[in-house]
């Protein structure tokens, strides 16, 4: 059943693969009279975007966005925005030995038995090329959450066994993040982990790591308790990024270590508003924030494209094959992780600002 | 905006409070034919219920669902199926101090700025009472998979710092949480875990701990790739859960420490069957399940109502003040998270085995 | 796949059928703060019940309304309302003859097909008893829309080949329809209305007639271009009532006697409002509402359970067979199904105005 | 709120106006396998192109469609099909005096107060130009439906007050309508109706008419009760085209001047297959197909587009002000309203042929 489409108000429609005529999205539901430009998209999928450091694949694609519908007189006209980015840089011929032998770590089995088919031609759909959808989505959901201050930064806190452990303001983050290929705000760890990525990439071999979101300036109230929680939502579409195996939110996984005294967040009052002087919750409580910043941070995997021969199956005869990728990949997701956990994460708020009433839905 | 159902075809509606007349779900979806009885439904319930142990709150509700709709001979006929359960053994007056002065760990403030009111005798629709609902909709669930021998089973693996490092069969696991109070398959270490929270208890704090959930036989190809992956839904299910603060699947968090050479789980066939050697990658692949068991794990917070005055703020006229929680509450809400833990997947699961097309909608 | 729920954002979903235990709905959505009582409900409620007159079934039900959730300090508190009648005056042995044997101009056949199964006593959920739930959720989204002084009227215009040709004041309408048991402003063709409803009554036969439905007071731009015009919802909603077999708007059918320069409805301004001379759109252009009154009108076919013998078909063997239906039933469902009609659109303009924004989502 | 999505499982997303770059569709939700390529589509938008014959505006677009996704192998590969048709021949020139003054008949005042704009360049998404995305859906399910021998046919049977009274057989239909203009089965009348129209276009005018459509072949028990009932679906989604004014089903506002045991539509077996004698249901009981032909009518209202000058309101002032319409416009639109029709009436088939399990979530 149809899942290409995210969002109950503000919903975002992705489609294309890594080797059809293009890629792109519709957002419908975003309000009339948005400023917005072609160039507003582009900058975000610029960040996201191939070749652009040695630490990405060598697949070089310009990415060029043009928008089809939804703007009339430079402004959003409350119909549905429709962009796409065409496929240029493809080379075929590196995929034919995969046609009947799935990659370890990659979904072609599963989408082969699903379908009947997969696209054995770089992953098809189920490609992380299929993010650039993500980003024009969070491209235009970044534009309507700036009206509110609302930002979303993310940022790379661990590579494989290397973690930064100091502490730094979001404005530093934001500003650091921006002066190194890893986008990790510890510029001294940062090079540390550029030489980890490098390593693997020589080895033919790959590195995962650890990403943490920083959602500044919501309103209190935002979020639908029960099926709908905040937290439940944010933790669905950074789950749904290809390599994402874990998601927590404030404390996470260390709140186990803690007793009910030690975890709930204190109240205090200061300048009129109702602050905690912790924030183990990391923003979110019963499902709503709470004034506080969302803190997240998932696991991201190893690229599961490696050099050399891997063990594989051939599916026309259920046999053991073996199989040897030779396309061009990531030796490390983590730094363009980051442009799409911030769209996924900018489509999740831009949805529930709209549901909670805080965006009216027709017009700004 | 409203998000008290979940499901796109089996359709989970729950309703309901923990002071008002009754809570409940309506299951909408459920194809016609199952054999089904409130019987079925209550053995769920009971395994949430509180009361039942030293471990759990005090409050004593025996918690009878009676079935209002859907079902004909004694098998579901492909209409709603209504449930509910009446509150019976409320002490509203334990909750007085609370009406301006929100609870610190809980949803309080949020609700107050989002509905402009929020219900101080327990909680209203913030408490984990609401979660009959989700049982309610679980054993329907289970009942529905159980048909295609589908199993999903929580266990507790460590509260606060004690941690169980042995690995158990399913069926040990299955086995051995019906034999203590912790639902924790290694029987030495639930005797700890037991201390830890009765230790808790008696200090009037409470302790968080981790639970696993393991989905077995499920069919490949399961799950929806882009934004309704079997991962991230399960993940959404579960961060649903009152105090979840984190979700891993499969290697999880550690998946960042192994290169992806080591993360590859690598293919092979025994008895016709493609299977992986190792599964780091927790039975998902691209968001499709690949035949391996499924495998998560949740962060559960300390509960937050704990004895002893706390720091909150008068919300009439945003000054600080305290409160002291009277109540009676859970130690530790692991046990009984099990179950709700058990049903929330299991709710997503029904719910993708009929969107996969694997179970007809209108009839078994 | 399940459609038992109706709305995007005021989501009514109703359960129960004839012979179960009890009918009923789960409103969820309505926003926190609007007073409710159950009488507010049981009003409603009364004006579809059965057994008020003698053009109505001899069925006698009280139809007590329960509401067991959603409602706290008398208001709404933004969670789930859901509302109950316990059905008691069941006669099931009338109907064991229907076994196997589908009753002409129900829905048995097709139900059977579908489910394999059908509720032989009375139509199961295929019965017009389950509009209980659609007047439930109609009487929420009554109250809800009279926070804006919009009204919703019902009156019948024609029963079987009587039909008023005068024309009245909307409020001589509101008046008149109490005053007869048709429920027609025409106070003299009532009279002769109700003796065509006798007569066939008498004959074990059945009439129908065509209701007209007034909407006042309905802001401009209500209803949303393309896939969910504020038409086509109410034509839906109109269509989804058992007996209803043609809808149209303003001048509908009539429309297409009319050149453009005659149909096109001018516009002119009083009073700083913009209105329109005549209203051959029925205040409904693309999709969206004028500013005008919203005038639709439903075609009701008469009641198919008849008396006497019929021609049906043995479902065991595909044959011909034949069926006398000895339940107690309307010979004219019009004056019924004005408080049907009406709770059918009320629910629809409820989700509108949520969705375009005129009423907050979570408090009034 | 969105509402450029229809569909549940078929889900058929539109986008795009009459004077931006490109329109189109995205569906999501067709299983992997089925044949498709652009000629497919381009057939079935020929038919409801502009320009084709003197009956229609004088607006020529070549309409060329491209598919951008969703294609692999020249089949369907289960992932969201885009295609697109680009703007070419506009003159915005012809509509600059529309700028502040709505037109008559149009949705302009309404577009204006929901969205703060609305496009003056011949209605923006308001313009019956749009529904080139509901016929690329459209061609998409017709090639679906066609795999269960399922046709949909749309043809005139009224043009302002010359009808035809003759029956022909569904063959007959589907042939003579490709031998006239006026798509009508009767050559004799169709003529006539062409007369008609070329006498209103040389006068500045325009006339409505009633089209039928006929869907052959339908499974029993296609349709969901209560909320999403076929007849209710299909009216929604022709109630949802511009100029339709009202929907009936069978016998429809006939159906009232029967009696209950005129109405009844009788059983009987032929070739061990249930049929029935009359089909005043229309092919539908309780909201679900029960095997013979679904048969509906919509009232098309005159083009509202006509020449002369017209009474409106500046929108600036809420003064009275006048307009003249200079644009090119179609005098009737019933001929090209066949294959919107036929397009919309397909989509709700494809979605609710899913919706039962007649086809695959995934693969044919």
């Not at 290409?4 to 108000?9: D, L, R």
């Not at 240029?88 to 995929?95: F, G, L, P």
């Amino acid at each position: 059943m149809a899942s290409n489409t995210t969002g109950e108000i503000f919903k975002v429609t992705t489609f294309g693969s890594s080797h059809g005529r293009a890629l792109g999205a519709t957002v419908d539901g975003c309000p009339a009279g948005l400023e917005l430009t072609a160039e507003d998209i582009q900058e975000e999928l610029n960040r996201r975007r191939p070749g652009t450091s040695n630490l990405t694949t060598a697949r070089d694609e310009k990415d060029r966005v043009e928008i089809l519908s939804g703007i009339f007189n430079d402004k959003t006209d409350g119909t549905p925005i429709t962009a796409i980015v065409r496929n240029n840089d493809q080379i075929s011929k590196n995929y034919d030995n995969l046609k009947n032998n799935p990659r370890p770590g990659h979904g072609d089995y599963c989408w082969y038995k699903k379908f009947g088919n997969y696209d054995y031609r770089g992953g098809g759909r189920g490609s992380g090329r299929i993010t650039i959808g993500h980003v024009i989505g969070g491209a235009i959901s970044k534009k309507l959450l700036s009206l509110h201050g609302i930002t979303v930064t993310a940022h790379v806190i661990s590579i494989h066994n290397c973690k930064t452990e100091r502490k730094f303001t979001l404005d530093d983050i934001k500003e650091n993040i921006t002066r190194n290929n890893v986008r990790c705000a510890d510029l001294e760890k940062a090079k540390e982990m550029e030489d980890i990525i490098l390593k693997a990439k020589s080895e033919g071999n790959s590195v995962g790591g650890v990403v943490e979101i920083i959602i500044d300036n919501l309103p209190v109230g935002l979020g639908q308790p029960v099926f709908d929680k905040l937290d439940g939502d944010l933790a669905k579409a950074l789950m749904n990024i290809g390599a994402v195996k874990g998601v927590e939110v404030g404390s996470g996984f260390d709140s186990t270590f803690l007793t009910g005294k030690e975890f709930n967040d204190k109240y205090y009052v200061e300048n009129d508003k109702i602050l905690t002087k912790t924030n183990n919750c990391g923003g979110i409580l019963g499902g709503m924030s709470n004034g506080m910043p969302v803190v997240l941070r998932i696991a991201v995997k190893p690229t599961p494209s490696v050099s050399g021969i891997q063990e594989s199956v051939n599916l026309e005869n259920n046999t053991a094959s073996s199989i040897e990728i030779e396309g061009r990949h990531d030796p490390c997701i983590c730094p363009r992780v980051t442009a799409v956990a911030e769209s996924s994460c900018s489509i999740v708020l831009a949805d529930h600002m709209l549901r909670a009433g805080f965006i009216h839905p027709d017009k700004i």
